[in-house]
């Protein structure tokens, strides 16, 4: 609509066209009111019955909550109105009536459970916190972006339906594919590895990874969004040094430019100060045993359960680095130590939950076959990888953010889902 103004750009002594949807009617007798919405904010148009023409009125009266409009008329100063404007109408045209009966509210006033919320989500991402959610995701990605860049990273695209899984085991969703079996990939991992082996060095990759684990929890999802960073000539401490900054820039632009979303989500919201705490492993398991918090204390080797790191995180209060996890238990494209029980992996965790998986990464092609061969893969089903670290590769750490979950904690959300437009767990396949 060439002609349109945001209800937000409305000013006193204009004439504007707006168009918006109808959020509310609140009809007074004599004169009544209609609130439209768009991107920007609402506006209320007046309508004095006596005075206007009767199938105006109708019409702007008439109309269903949420039906989209076209209103063109004259913006008044009114310091009764929420915005402290109104538009007194010339013309009304509804675009696209809706049904009387909504499956949800879209003005917030009656709660729908969360499965209802994701059946409809267009209807749900038109409530202000909702959309506060999704406005804030754009803002962390590009900021994430932009903090990429300012690393000298440049940003690449990796398949995601390959010949192998990343990880091998049963956490793969398999496809056909032009009469070939093959899988959607779980990580972009060792497309990442190849690259920095190229002229490139440094890069990202923001993109679906798809796991097919069967758990319904409010942390996990089956399709997922992950960030992803790998450079050449790092190793793990810088690889840490460089996540830190990515997430703590995230907080940043969201303090500076989502002020209007984080008064509609209502919460208190801190950018992390300092540096984050690099725990060992060991201190980590001690840590965790000392708060009594489990029914058995953990040993050397074991990975943390969901109640050692949640007790962890209450503990530390803030975001952490756990470092220095045994070999045993980390992936075989994870470096080892010159204390080859001590691996070069790292995580980076919220006080709720891991957010970060890391390490420096073996560039040694003998090395990392013995790893394939440990963890009981077959180096030849991932021959294009490994044959490419015949000819130079150089040392290189990365890691990998969980994108649903950055913005999860860092909005305080109960349940993952409400993080992703159109979720994709074991029980949702549509929208």
Same mark, same amino acid.
């Given at each position: 609509?060439?002609?349109?103004?945001?209800?937000?750009?409305?000013?006193?002594?204009d004439?504007?066209?707006?168009?918006?949807?109808?959020?509310e009617?609140?009809?007074?007798?004599?004169?009544?009111?209609?609130?439209?919405?768009?991107?920007?904010?609402?506006i209320?148009?007046?309508?004095?019955?006596?005075?206007m023409?009767?199938?105006? %009125?109708?019409?702007?009266?008439?109309?269903?909550?949420?039906?989209?409009?076209?209103?063109?008329?004259?913006?008044?100063?009114?310091?009764?109105?929420?915005?402290? %404007?109104?538009?007194?109408?010339?013309?009304?045209?509804?675009?696209?009536?809706?049904?009387?009966?909504?499956?949800?509210?879209?003005?917030?006033k009656?709660?729908?459970?969360?499965?209802?919320?994701?059946?409809?989500?267009?209807?749900?991402?038109?409530?202000?916190?909702?959309?506060?959610?999704?406005?804030?995701?754009?803002?962390?990605?590009?900021?994430?972006?932009?903090?990429?860049?300012?690393?000298?990273?440049?940003e690449?695209?990796?398949?995601?339906?390959?010949?192998?899984?990343?990880?091998?085991?049963?956490?793969?969703?398999?496809?056909? $594919?032009?009469?070939?079996?093959a899988?959607?990939?779980?990580?972009?991992?060792l497309?990442k590895?190849l690259?920095?082996?190229?002229?490139?060095?440094?890069?990202?990759?923001?993109?679906?990874?798809?796991?097919?684990?069967?758990?319904?929890?409010?942390?996990?999802?089956?399709?997922?969004?992950?960030?992803?960073?790998?450079?050449?000539?790092?190793?793990?401490?810088?690889?840490?040094?460089?996540?830190?900054?990515?997430?703590?820039?995230?907080?940043?632009?969201?303090?500076?430019?989502?002020?209007?979303?984080?008064?509609?989500?209502?919460i208190?919201?801190?950018?992390?100060?300092?540096?984050?705490?690099? !725990?060992?492993?060991?201190?980590?398991?001690?840590?965790?045993?000392?708060?009594?918090e489990?029914?058995?204390?953990?040993?050397?080797?074991?990975?943390?359960?969901?109640?050692?790191?949640?007790?962890?995180?209450?503990?530390?209060?803030?975001? $952490?680095?756990?470092?220095?996890?045994?070999?045993?238990?980390?992936?075989?494209?994870?470096?080892?130590?010159?204390?080859?029980?001590?691996?070069?992996?790292f995580?980076?965790?919220?006080?709720?939950?891991?957010?970060?998986?890391?390490?420096?990464?073996?560039?040694?092609?003998?090395?990392?076959?013995e790893?394939?061969?440990?963890?009981?893969?077959?180096?030849?089903?991932?021959? $294009?990888?490994?044959?490419?670290?015949?000819?130079?590769?150089?040392?290189?750490?990365?890691?990998? !953010?969980?994108?649903?979950?950055l913005?999860?904690?860092? !909005?305080?959300?109960?349940?993952?889902r409400?993080?992703?437009l159109?979720?994709?767990?074991?029980?949702?396949l549509?929208?």
């Amino acid at each position: 609509m060439q002609n349109r103004t945001y209800t937000a750009d409305a000013e006193p002594g204009d004439t504007v066209t707006v168009a918006g949807w109808v959020h509310e009617i609140r009809d007074l007798g004599g004169i009544a009111f209609l609130i439209v919405r768009d991107t920007t904010g609402k506006i209320q148009v007046k309508f004095e019955k006596d005075d206007m023409d009767e199938d105006l %009125v109708e019409t702007g009266l008439g109309v269903n909550r949420e039906s989209v409009v076209e209103i063109t008329g004259d913006v008044k100063e009114e310091p009764r109105a929420p915005t402290d %404007v109104e538009i007194v109408p010339t013309d009304v045209d509804v675009i696209a009536e809706a049904e009387p009966e909504l499956p949800l509210d879209p003005s917030g006033k009656v709660d729908a459970d969360l499965s209802t919320r994701l059946d409809n989500r267009t209807l749900d991402a038109r409530k202000d916190d909702v959309e506060a959610v999704f406005k804030i995701r754009a803002e962390v990605l590009r900021a994430v972006r932009e903090t990429f860049r300012d690393l000298g990273c440049s940003e690449i695209n990796t398949p995601k339906i390959v010949a192998t899984g990343t990880e091998g085991g049963t956490e793969l969703f398999p496809i056909t $594919y032009f009469g070939e079996e093959a899988f959607m990939n779980q990580s972009p991992q060792l497309f990442k590895q190849l690259m920095v082996g190229s002229g490139l060095e440094r890069v990202f990759e923001i993109g679906p990874i798809f796991r097919a684990e069967e758990h319904n929890t409010p942390r996990h999802l089956n399709e997922a969004t992950s960030i992803d960073f790998e450079s050449a000539f790092y190793d793990h401490h810088e690889a840490m040094d460089a996540c830190e900054a990515v997430v703590t820039a995230a907080y940043e632009a969201v303090a500076e430019n989502c002020g209007d979303e984080l008064d509609a989500l209502d919460i208190d919201f801190e950018v992390p100060e300092g540096d984050f705490p690099r !725990l060992t492993y060991e201190e980590a398991i001690e840590r965790i045993n000392a708060t009594g918090e489990l029914d058995e204390m953990l040993v050397w080797g074991d990975d943390l359960p969901t109640e050692g790191e949640k007790a962890l995180g209450e503990d530390v209060g803030t975001h $952490y680095f756990i470092t220095d996890w045994p070999s045993e238990i980390k992936p075989f494209y994870i470096m080892d130590q010159d204390d080859e029980e001590l691996s070069t992996g790292f995580d980076m965790m919220h006080p709720r939950m891991e957010l970060v998986s890391g390490g420096q990464r073996e560039h040694r092609y003998d090395r990392l076959v013995e790893g394939f061969e440990q963890q009981g893969l077959d180096p030849e089903a991932f021959d $294009y990888y490994t044959k490419m670290f015949k000819y130079g590769m150089p040392p290189h750490a990365g890691w990998g !953010l969980g994108g649903e979950r950055l913005i999860m904690t860092m !909005l305080g959300l109960d349940n993952i889902r409400e993080a992703v437009l159109f979720p994709r767990d074991r029980q949702r396949l549509s929208p």
